[in-house]
T-cell receptor, first 114, second 109 residues
Framework: GAVVSQHPSRVICKSGTSVKIECRSL??????MFWYRQFPKQSLMLMAT?????????EQGVEKDKFLINHASLTLSTLTVTSAHPEDSSFYIC??????????FGPGTRLTVL | QKEVEQDPGPLSVPEGAIVSLNCTYS??????FMWYRQYSRKGPELLMY????GNKEDGRFTAQVDKSSKYISLFIRDSQPSDSATYLC?????????FGKGTKLTVNP
């Protein structure tokens, strides 16, 4: 199957700082990528749909000014958590794929905000 | 009522057992039904997807969909310790995935 990478795999930061997470499709081009958040023992919750060359589409309740998404190329989408707070601590996962029913997920980024 | 309900378990079985994992859903607009496997601290991995009611088999895995009951299942035959993971069902009406909570499975040698 296709490969999606994420960087970093783990990040610890102080409250109030910003953190950038990268999602790359390594062997295919992705016009659309998805960003999810997963709290412990909870399901994946879709945060936003990242569209190459246009603005991201955010799910209800997700602050677009706090979670900045940039999809600058067909292989890279970035999620920036601005002014992070402890409640933003979570597991962030991206996915990409030619079809919604065949999504390939990245390995995830564990964010801890102190 | 949540769109997708899945018993989080945990489920513990002996090696070689047949495992049955299930989800129910409320939105009749869901068209595709996926099963993902997620190991601890990793991203989900697609196992298989189905479209219509009926069964789909892939090796030791069989996915079953009953649209009339809004009920889907994943069966794992001859379960192995390496199958120990969290299994997530997911569905899509169009354009995005809706996930169940996941069922944590442990297969004991």
């Amino acid at each position: 199957g296709a490969v999606v990478s994420q960087h970093p795999s783990r990040v610890i930061c102080k409250s109030g700082t910003s953190v950038k997470i990268e999602c790359r499709s390594l062997d295919f081009q992705a016009t659309t990528m998805f960003w999810y958040r997963q709290f412990p023992k909870q399901s994946l919750m879709l945060m936003a749909t990242s569209n190459e060359g246009s603005k991201a589409t955010y799910e209800q309740g997700v602050e677009k000014d706090k979670f900045l998404i940039n999809h600058a190329s067909l292989t890279l989408s970035t999620l920036t958590v601005t002014s992070a707070h402890p409640e933003d601590s979570s597991f962030y996962i991206c996915s990409a794929g030619a079809k919604i029913r065949e999504q390939f997920f990245g390995p995830g980024t564990r964010l801890t905000v102190l | 009522q949540k769109e997708v309900e899945q018993d989080p378990g945990p489920l513990s079985v002996p090696e070689g057992a047949i495992v049955s994992l299930n989800c129910t859903y409320s939105n009749s607009a869901f068209q595709y039904f996926m099963w993902y496997r997620q190991y601890s601290r990793k991203g989900p991995e697609l196992l298989m997807y189905t479209y219509s009611s009926g069964n789909k088999e892939d090796g030791r895995f069989t996915a079953q969909v009953d649209k009339s009951s809004k009920y889907i299942s994943l069966f794992i035959r001859d379960s192995q310790p390496s199958d120990s993971a969290t299994y997530l069902c997911a569905m899509t009406p169009q354009g995005k995935l809706v996930f169940g909570k996941g069922t944590k499975l442990t297969v004991n040698p």
